[in-house]
């Protein structure tokens, strides 16, 4: 069975063709927006949705071209329906319902979380059921426990910005490029994670959600006195430093949530599971602790459609459809 699956909740538009009986990604093609929201520091929505029209058929043919496979022979056809930007969501769900109903196939809208909560079970070593998993990218920073394919629940959030969010905003203050997180991660590799001792929002004892503004409004405060003073700024050092909190504090509560579920196993999704220092991190906390961690390859850990094929399948076994006016929704049920 061939698998159509399109991904538009943000701003990149993808499209993955993929073999459930062989648990094989045959494409997985995704059309950046980069370099149209770079010149306003962040994602501009309007903008977004438009670069989506203009992107999907062309990255749906590519996929297609790609796999070697007929839109004849797509079998079941996933589409993200949210959360997300609405008018990006509305573009990839609308074209997908309306293609299955054209070559008369099953439809299934799929929740973006559970896309990447289940990333890791496209990889060869995956983890078995249950399992506690962190997704940390620029639109989230939860916690969730997995139960099953087509199980799970929230078990912590961020109370504010997201960790993607906090090195996209960081990065915007030293002027140094969207997105934030691959430019902060390479500047801090030459620095000093211990120059500066950025505060870490712990919360409650044993609570399990994350607040990174507070760690944001530190960095601001760290950088205006320095421009004020007229001083130099070490930007590795603040970029090492950032980092360092954002990373400590996402290992050790995701340790503390895999303990407090009782689990031996966790994974790691979003795109900011691609920063060598957070994957370093919690390997280390992880074997200290006697925990498997999996995390999938950068390309299935941010935005993609292969993950919404894997998901797709998952709740079109459990008899899940989407109906002609079944709506894209910005929040996700999943908590
Ligand atoms: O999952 P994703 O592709 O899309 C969203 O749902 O946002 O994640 C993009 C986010 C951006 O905020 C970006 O700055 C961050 O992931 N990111 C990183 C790294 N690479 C991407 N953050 C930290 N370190 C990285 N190496």
Avoid at 283 to 294: F, K, S, V
Wanted: hydrophobic share 40%; proline share 5%.
């Amino acid at each position: 069975m061939f698998i159509l699956a399109i991904e538009s909740s943000c701003d990149d538009t993808a499209a993955a063709i993929y073999v459930p009986e062989s648990n094989t990604v045959l494409a997985n093609v995704i059309s950046s927006q980069n370099d149209v929201h770079a010149l306003y520091g962040g994602i501009v929505p309007e903008l977004a949705s438009r670069c989506h029209i203009e992107a999907v058929w062309p990255v749906v043919e590519s996929a297609l071209k790609k796999a070697e496979v007929q839109l004849n022979d797509i079998a079941l056809i996933c589409a993200t329906q949210g959360p997300g930007l609405v008018g990006s969501l509305l573009v990839g769900f609308t074209f997908a319902k309306a293609l299955a109903m054209v070559r008369d196939v099953p439809c299934v809208g799929v929740d973006h979380m559970s896309g990447h909560l289940l990333s890791c079970q496209l990889e060869p070593d995956a983890p078995e059921y249950p399992y506690t998993a962190l997704i940390v990218s620029g639109g989230n920073t939860s916690l969730y426990s997995v139960h099953s394919p087509t199980s799970y629940s929230q078990i912590g959030r961020t109370r504010d910005d997201a960790a993607g969010e906090a090195f996209d905003k960081v990065a915007k203050l030293l002027e140094m490029g969207y997105p934030g997180g691959p430019v902060i991660s390479n500047s801090a590799e030459k620095g000093n994670p211990e120059a500066i001792n950025f505060p870490r929002a712990w919360l409650s004892e044993d609570s399990l959600d994350f607040s990174f503004s507070g760690l944001k409004t530190s960095v601001m405060n760290h950088v205006n006195t320095l421009r004020q003073q007229q001083k130099h700024l070490e930007l590795d050092n603040i970029c090492a430093s950032f980092q360092e909190a954002v990373v400590d504090v996402l290992v050790k509560k995701t340790i503390r949530a895999a303990q407090i579920n009782g689990h031996n196993r966790v994974a790691l999704g979003g795109g900011v599971a691609s920063n060598k220092r957070l994957r370093t991190a919690l390997r280390q906390a992880c074997t200290a602790h006697g925990i498997q961690l999996y995390v999938p390859k950068p390309i299935y850990c941010t935005d993609n459609a292969a993950m919404i094929a894997y998901a797709g399948y998952q709740h079109f076994l459990a008899g899940q459809r989407v109906q002609p006016d079944d709506d894209a929704y910005s929040r996700s049920p999943l908590h």
